[in-house]
C-alpha cells in the first residue's frame, strides 16, 4: 500500500530526499505517517513522524536538525529530506501509516510516535547508502 523512493548512494556530508507515496486509495491524510530505518543486524528504528491533525512532527535524537520531515496532501506524498549524511544512516528506510495515533498532535503522542507497534500499514523500503 505504501511504497518508500529516493534512496541511494550519497557522500558524508551529501543530502538524499526520500519519498512515501501510496496506491490509488490510500490516502495518507487519513494517518499520522512515520519513517523508520532498519541497518544489517539491527532492529528497525523510528526516525521520524507527521502528523495528519496539525503536521505536527517527531524526531529521533539521531536526526534531530538533520532531517526533516513534510507532506503534501496534494500530491499523496509524504517526504524526508535528509541532508548532513552520515555513514551511521546507511539503512533500509520505511515508512509506515498509523491509524492509532491518527488526528492526534504530536504533543499528544510524543515519542510514542515512533514506536513500530504504533502503525499498520508498512510499505517496501529503499536502501540508503551513505559512503565516501
Known amino acids: 500500500q505504501l511504497q518508500a523512493s529516493g534512496g541511494g548512494l550519497a557522500q558524508p556530508g551529501g543530502s538524499l530526499r526520500l519519498s512515501c507515496a501510496a496506491e490509488?486509495?490510500?490516502?495518507?491524510?487519513?494517518?499520522?505517517i512515520g519513517w523508520f530505518r532498519q541497518a544489517p543486524g539491527k532492529e528497525r528504528e523510528g526516525i521520524s513522524c507527521?502528523?495528519?491533525?496539525?503536521?505536527?512532527?517527531v524526531y529521533a535524537d539521531f536526526v534531530r536538525g538533520r532531517f526533516t520531515i513534510s507532506r503534501d496532501n496534494a500530491k499523496n506524498t509524504v517526504y524526508l529530506q535528509m541532508n548532513n549524511l552520515k555513514p551511521e544512516d546507511t539503512a533500509d528506510y520505511y515508512c509506515?501509516?498509523?491509524?492509532?495515533?491518527?488526528?492526534?498532535?504530536?504533543?499528544?503522542?510524543?515519542?510514542?510516535?515512533?514506536?513500530?507497534?504504533?502503525?499498520?500499514?508498512w510499505g517496501q523500503g529503499t536502501q540508503v547508502t551513505v559512503s565516501s
Open positions: 507527521i502528523s495528519n491533525s496539525d503536521n505536527s512532527t
Open positions: 509506515a501509516a498509523s491509524q492509532v495515533l491518527a488526528y492526534h498532535s504530536a504533543s499528544t503522542y510524543g515519542e510514542t510516535g515512533l514506536w513500530t507497534r504504533h502503525y499498520d500499514h
Open positions: 490509488s486509495g490510500f490516502i495518507l491524510e487519513k494517518y499520522v
